[in-house]
C-alpha cells in the first residue's frame, strides 16, 4: 500500500493501485506451490485443495480472533505453510518412493504439522490456543491420525514420527537432564551410583539407568553418560536445557533452511531468544558456517555489507558464496529490529536487507556492480516493536517469501 511505500516509490506514482479484499494472491501461491510440487509427489494435488479449503477459513479467524505477536500477510502465512510442506516432502530419507500408501499417509501428516505452525507459529500464546481449537475439527477430516489426539489436544505439542506413522508428543524428544549423583564424603555411602540405582530398580521395579540407556540408544536419542560428558568441560553459559519450545523450533528451523529459507524470530525480552538460538548455531554440522551480527540503534547499511564481504568469499566476477569447505552459510542477525529510522521512517540496514532477500544480491558501491549471493541463509532475532524499538514495516514484511515468522513463547 502506499502507507507502506518509500517517498521515493511515491513520488513516481501516476497512479496508486490497492489491492482489493479478495485473497487472489493466496490462491495464487497455493498454485505456483503445487503446480511445481505435483511433478515429483502426485498425492499433492490433495495438498492444493486442501490448503486452499483450510486458508479461506482460518486466515479471516486469524485476522479477527487471534493476536499477532509480528505483523503478518497472508501471503507470507501460506508461503509458510508451502515452505514447510516442501522441506519435509523432499526429505528423501523418509519419501523414496518405495510406499506409496505410507507416503501418502505420511505427506498428509507432515501438511498438518505445517499448516498449525505456518498459520500460528507467529501468534501470541492466547491466539495459538484458539487456532488450535479452531483447527482441530478441520484437520481431524482431512487427517485421520489427527483425531487420535483426542479432543483436548495443543496441536503445536506435537510433531510428527514416521517410523510410529502418528503424532507424538513434543515432550518425547527431551533429553533427560539428569544432575550428577554428589559423591559421599563421609565414607556412609561410597557405593556406584549404578549399584545403588540397581538396588532402588529392585526394590521399587523402576528401570534402572543401564535400561535407560539402552532404551534411548533403540531410540536414537542421548543417554545420560552422553550427557555427562557434554556437561563436562562445559562453561556455565553454554549448558542450554531445551524444552518442548526449543525443541520444536529446532525442527523447523532445520527444514525451512533444508529448503533455503530464512526465518525471523521473535519473542519478548527474557524469553531465550539468544540462548536458544546460540545452542542452534553450536549444533550445527560441520559443513555450515555461521557468522553472528549484533546490530544496534547506530548500525549502518554498510556494517551489514562488510559481514558479507566479511563471511563471504567470491565464487566468479560477480558473485558470492560460502567458503571451499562449507556448502552453505547462516548469518545471526541479532536484535534485527534496533537500528534508528532515518528522516523519511526507514530502517536503512533493514532496507538493504529486505533489497538483499527480494533480487538475491547487492550493489557494491565501489566497483559499481551488482553482486548475488547465494547458499546463504539469514536468521533474525528482534524482540516485540515496544521499548523503544521500531515497529517492522508492512513495506518489509511483503518482501517475506524467505523470512518465515516463528514467535518463541516466554
Known amino acids: 500500500s502506499a502507507a507502506s511505500a518509500s517517498p521515493a516509490t511515491i513520488s513516481r506514482c501516476g497512479i496508486v493501485f490497492f489491492e482489493n479484499k479478495e485473497r487472489r494472491e493466496v490462491e495464487a501461491v497455493v498454485h505456483s506451490w503445487a503446480q511445481h510440487l505435483e511433478r515429483k509427489f502426485p498425492q499433492a494435488s490433495n495438498l492444493r485443495r486442501w490448503t486452499l479449503e483450510i486458508c479461506r477459513e482460518a486466515l479471516p479467524f486469524i485476522e479477527k480472533e487471534c493476536t499477532e505477536a509480528v505483523p503478518s500477510l497472508d501471503a507470507t502465512l501460506v508461503s509458510t505453510v508451502c515452505n514447510l510442506t516442501s522441506a519435509c516432502l523432499l526429505d528423501e530419507r523418509i519419501f523414496s518412493g518405495e510406499d506409496e500408501q ?42 485421520a491420525e489427527v483425531g487420535e489426539l483426542g479432543e483436548n489436544v495443543d496441536l503445536f505439542a ?31 555411602d561410597n557405593r556406584s551410583e549404578a549399584a545403588r540405582e540397581g538396588e532402588e530398580g529392585d526394590d521399587a521395579g523402576e528401570e534402572t539407568s543401564e535400561q535407560r540407556d539402552e532404551e534411548a540408544r533403540r531410540r536414537g536419542r542421548p543417554t545420560r553418560e552422553g550427557f555427562k560428558w557434554e556437561i563436562c568441560g562445559q562453561s556455565l553459559y553454554e549448558i542450554f536445557i531445551p524444552t518442548e519450545q526449543t525443541v520444536a523450533e529446532k525442527i523447523f528451523l532445520d527444514q525451512l533452511f533444508s529448503v533455503n529459507k530464512s526465518c525471523f524470530l521473535c519473542g519478548e525480552t527474557g524469553a531465550g531468544k539468544t540462548a536458544s538460538v546460540s545452542a542452534y548455531l553450536r549444533e550445527l554440522p560441520h559443513e555450515v558456517g555461521s557468522t553472528t551480527l549484533r546490530l544496534t540503534g547506530k548500525t549502518r547499511s554498510s556494517a551489514l555489507q562488510a559481514l558479507l564481504q566479511r563471511s563471504l568469499v567470491r565464487n566468479g566476477r560477480a558473485s558470492l558464496g560460502p567458503p571451499a569447505d562449507r556448502t552453505q552459510v547462516l548469518l545471526l542477525l541479532d536484535d534485527v529490529n534496533m537500528p534508528s529510522p532515518d528522516f523519511s ?48 514495516s508492512r513495506r518489509q514484511a511483503k518482501h517475506t517469501e524467505a523470512r518465515h515468522i516463528i514467535y518463541i513463547r516466554t
Open 158 to 188: 506435537v510433531y510428527v514420527h514416521p517410523e510410529s506413522l502418528s503424532f507424538a508428543p513434543l515432550s518425547s524428544l527431551l533429553t533427560p537432564r539428569l544432575p550428577p549423583t554428589p559423591r559421599s564424603t563421609s565414607g556412609k
Open 102 to 143: 505410507r507416503e501418502a499417509l505420511l505427506a498428509a501428516m507432515f501438511w498438518t504439522s505445517a499448516v498449525v505452525w505456518g498459520l500460528g507459529g507467529h501468534l501470541a500464546e492466547e491466539g495459538r490456543a484458539k487456532l488450535s481449537r479452531f483447527l482441530l475439527p478441520r484437520l481431524r477430516a482431512k487427517c
Open 345 to 392: 521512517g526507514e530502517q536503512r540496514p533493514l532496507e538493504f536487507l529486505r533489497y538483499l532477500l527480494d533480487t538475491g544480491g547487492f550493489y557494491d558501491p565501489e566497483p559499481l556492480a551488482f553482486k548475488s549471493v547465494r547458499d546463504t541463509n539469514f536468521l533474525l532475532v528482534a524482540a516485540p516493536p515496544h521499548g523503544g524499538r521500531p515497529n517492522v
